[in-house]
């Protein structure tokens, strides 16, 4: 069965930093890209960041652009979330996600809340 | 690309049908158009992947087509369980992962 488990999230002020992880079981991670999401409370969905198989290749969305950095350990079936300099605005539930067919997300963690807050 | 999705919110009768509609602000390959459903305090689930093939374990009440700018997701037969939002999702570039603000299924 596969299994996304999110972890790392909690409260932090403006300004600080948070590593989010996100644990996969239940397939061979080295073998899809993967994925960070997140949702701002009672919004929709806002894509963070995407890594290729190997971690080569990473990309982020504008607005977290040189601020978090996504990373895997495929050996630890483990892909991070590196979050810098936390905005209010990046308040979110935070979820991982498998790369599935043609650019779509297959399997998606339970989330990992974020809160920014003074 | 932005997505637009139609309507917000659509309240429907059991059995009844709901069509929910995607819209891209410029044309975009059916192959990398996605649909999601998610209930409430719930992660996403796959629905439709490529515009029309149902994700494992979807049943086939759920169905998607579309091409270019427009795609549609149609619901049959609506069961209670089907209330949820519905988000669209498309893979290309700048930005490379976009979302539609999804639309609202209320079961009356």
């Known amino acids: 069965e596969v299994q996304l488990v999110e972890s790392g999230g909690g409260l932090v002020q403006p300004g600080e930093s948070l590593r989010l992880s996100c644990a996969a079981s239940g397939f061979t991670m080295s073998r899809y890209w993967m994925y960070w999401v997140r949702q701002p409370p009672g919004k929709g969905l806002v894509w963070v960041s995407r890594?290729?198989?190997?971690?080569?290749?990473?990309t982020h969305a504008d607005s977290v652009k040189g601020r978090f950095t996504m990373s895997r350990d495929n050996a630890k079936n483990t892909v991070y979330l590196q979050m810098n300099s936390l905005r209010v605005e990046d308040t979110a539930v935070y979820y991982c996600?498998?790369?599935?067919?043609?650019?779509?997300?297959?399997?998606w963690g339970q989330g990992s809340l974020i809160t920014v807050s003074s | 690309i932005v997505l637009t999705q139609s309507p917000g919110t659509v309240s429907v009768s059991p059995g009844e049908r709901a069509t929910l509609s995607c819209r891209a602000s410029q044309r975009v390959s059916g192959t990398h158009l996605t649909w999601y459903q998610q209930k409430p305090g719930q992660a996403p689930r796959l629905l439709i992947y490529s515009a029309s093939n149902r994700a494992t374990g979807i049943p086939d009440r759920f169905s998607g087509s579309g091409s270019e700018t427009d795609f549609t997701l149609i619901i049959s037969r609506l069961e209670p369980e089907d209330s949820a939002v519905y988000y669209c999702q498309h893979y290309g570039s700048s930005p490379e992962v976009t979302f539609g603000p999804g639309t609202k299924v209320d079961i009356k």
């Open positions: 996600g498998r790369g599935g067919s043609w650019g779509s997300i297959d399997y």
């Open positions: 890594s290729n198989k190997d971690g080569s290749s990473t």
